[in-house]
């Protein structure tokens, strides 16, 4: 079996708090700041899997520079290829530059400033869905010099092919990061007889069940019920604080050089699942209440039945908190508003004991709120049966849930889980049931929290702010020069400082006087003149993202060398 509250629930140490968090490399490395929305450059790099919807990024596995036309030697086109999931995708939607949206239209050319100005296009981006019949793109084969073939086709692999255009306000911190929301893998619904898109969670786990990069399973070892019967369930509209949602959805990315036993763990914390393989068949209960299917009583047993009526004072909490992949926060791993129970802390004697359940596969907040609720309910029941029973436990399977009737316990009908099932070898089957109970999994919508208190973090940005103008110039003029200062400009993104000159006073610089130099300092010096010359300048500033300042100036000076002498030969 395994349970969405980690390897350590199955009673093997029983004395471990229960929750252990999500174990793949994939979100350790987005709790870190780098991960699934990152594209990276290396030389070998594992196959990913899309399940539901969310924003990825992955490897760029070809980069291309050249002229923007055969007359030019300049390079200033730039071909990126990133494959984004290696699989067939859905769809592949909004197309990120860094962490904005770029507007592209049905050829993918950019349409808004800055990667569209006037009539020149400086980004587009061409999106393939890795098809089976999939063709090679056909951009990239004309405009590659025969590095990217008609044989170059990546069926099977979901890819983004970005040609950039060099500038200086479109591409001003260089290179940008290119990701993609993408709806991702197909998958077999029993239901319908239909592979489709879902992120209906129990679908999703099934389709991993049975996946080749998966546990490879065929539709014999499945117990299609139980995954019927729990795809139902994540199908149920549930009530939100501000309406309703899907009870369960699975929606993220599995990194197929992580274990797969981590993989399921986390994918099942989408749904509070437990996925057990008995009887040569998978079956997956998901986090609802099951009415019993059986009734375990005193004759049941083939010996002394064991009850632990309490757990270990250190293996209970009375908080759960954790991180989900928030669509809200640029679908990075945000955390959750805390689940805690003041009746449980005044138990524990007033001290908050707090565990760590992380949902990679989660991008609602009330959804993540949810299933920690289930997480710390099923902690706080605290009954656990060790039960030898005869022949009748040959009936049951890990995950059922039965009834237990004891009276010299005082057990009438208690709700268990079956979490383990051994056979022994007189023919018996030991049992290891936890207590279970409906209103583990009931909520009520005041329990519920707003992410209100957790506000959107917005890195610092003046994409769209002018830098200030210089201030204060001076001149100091020589025989053959003049000596331009001014105060320094503070802006934090300054590029440079734009020095322009005209022999007389006009109103329009921009058309009238020349641009002479770009300064990355705050003073300047004009040589190379001659005689009595008098010069005007204005100065305006630049930043990295190509916005300018207004002009300051003019200010002018006349330099003090003698008149030159022309010599003319006839």
């Not at 030697?73 to 860094?98: G, P, R, S, T, W």
């Not at 508003?337 to 991008?363: H, K, R, W």
């Not at 022994?424 to 999994?441: N, Q, S």
Request: aromatic fraction near 8%; glycine fraction near 8%; charge should be negative.
């Amino acid at each position: 079996g395994v349970s969405y509250l980690g390897s350590k629930a199955f009673g093997k140490e029983p004395d471990k708090p229960r929750i252990t968090g999500a174990n793949t490399a994939s979100f350790a490395s987005d709790i870190a700041g780098g991960g699934r929305t990152q594209m990276v450059r290396q030389p070998i790099t594992s196959h990913r899997i899309v399940y539901g919807r969310t924003r990825v990024s992955g490897p760029v596995v070809f980069i291309h520079s050249r002229p923007a036309s055969d007359s030019s030697d300049k390079l200033d086109i730039l071909h990126v290829v990133i494959v984004l999931a290696a699989q067939e995708v859905e769809a592949v939607e909004d197309v990120f530059f860094n962490d904005g949206i770029v507007a592209i239209d049905g050829n993918g050319d950019a349409t808004a400033d800055p990667y569209k100005q006037g009539s020149t296009v400086y980004a587009s981006v061409h999106k393939h869905l890795g098809t089976a019949n999939q063709l090679a793109d056909t951009v990239l084969v004309a405009n590659s010099g025969g590095k990217w073939s008609s044989g170059h086709r990546l069926r099977g692999l979901a890819y983004l092919h970005a040609q950039l255009r060099y500038d200086e306000k479109a591409y001003a911190s260089g290179l940008p990061n290119i990701s993609a929301l993408v709806k991702g893998r197909k998958v077999y619904d029993p239901r319908t007889q239909e592979t489709v898109w879902s992120e209906n969670a129990a679908l999703c786990i099934l389709d991993y069940v049975m996946a080749e990069f998966g546990l490879n399973a065929s539709l014999d070892e499945i117990d299609l019920n139980s995954f019927v019967a729990a795809a139902n369930i994540c199908d149920e509209e549930v009530d939100t604080i501000d309406g309703t949602e899907s009870r369960y959805t699975c929606n993220g990315v599995v990194d197929l050089s992580a274990k797969p036993r981590d993989i399921l763990e986390d994918m099942l914390s989408s749904c509070a699942g437990f996925l057990t393989y008995t009887g040569g068949k998978w079956r997956l209960k998901v986090g609802a209440y099951n009415a019993p299917m059986y009734t375990l009583e005193a004759r049941h047993a083939r010996e002394a039945v064991m009850l632990k009526p309490h757990r270990s004072r250190r293996s209970l909490i009375n908080t759960v908190r954790g991180a989900f992949i928030s669509p809200e926060h640029q679908w990075q791993p945000t955390d959750y508003p805390e689940i805690s129970n003041a009746s449980y802390v005044t138990q524990d004697g007033d001290e908050q004991t707090a565990a760590t359940l992380d949902l990679p596969f989660t991008q609602s907040p009330t959804m993540a709120q949810r299933i920690a609720m289930i997480a710390l309910e099923q902690n706080r029941r605290q009954k656990q049966i060790l039960f030898p029973s005869n022949l009748v436990g040959f009936q049951l399977a890990a995950g059922n849930t039965i009834a237990v009737d004891l009276p010299r316990f005082g057990l009438s009908g208690l709700p268990c889980t079956v979490t383990t099932w051994a056979m022994t070898e007189d023919l018996g089957v030991d049992l290891t049931l936890d207590e279970d109970g409906p209103d583990i999994y009931e909520y009520s919508v005041s329990q519920l929290k707003s992410l209100d208190g957790s506000p959107e973090v917005v890195a610092p940005n003046n994409a769209d702010v002018p830098p200030g103008a210089p201030r204060d110039i001076e001149t100091e003029a020589g025989a053959d020069y003049i000596h331009l200062s001014w105060t320094p400009v503070t802006d934090s993104d300054l590029r440079y400082v734009e020095v322009w000159e005209h022999d007389e006073h006009t109103a329009d610089p921009q058309s009238d006087a020349s641009r002479i130099m770009e300064v990355y300092g705050s003073e300047y010096t004009r040589t190379g003149l001659t005689g009595s010359s008098t010069r005007y300048y204005w100065l305006r500033s630049v930043d990295r993202y190509g916005n300018k300042s207004g002009f300051a100036g003019p200010v002018n000076d006349t330099t003090s060398g003698e008149a030159s002498i022309v010599l003319v030969l006839e």
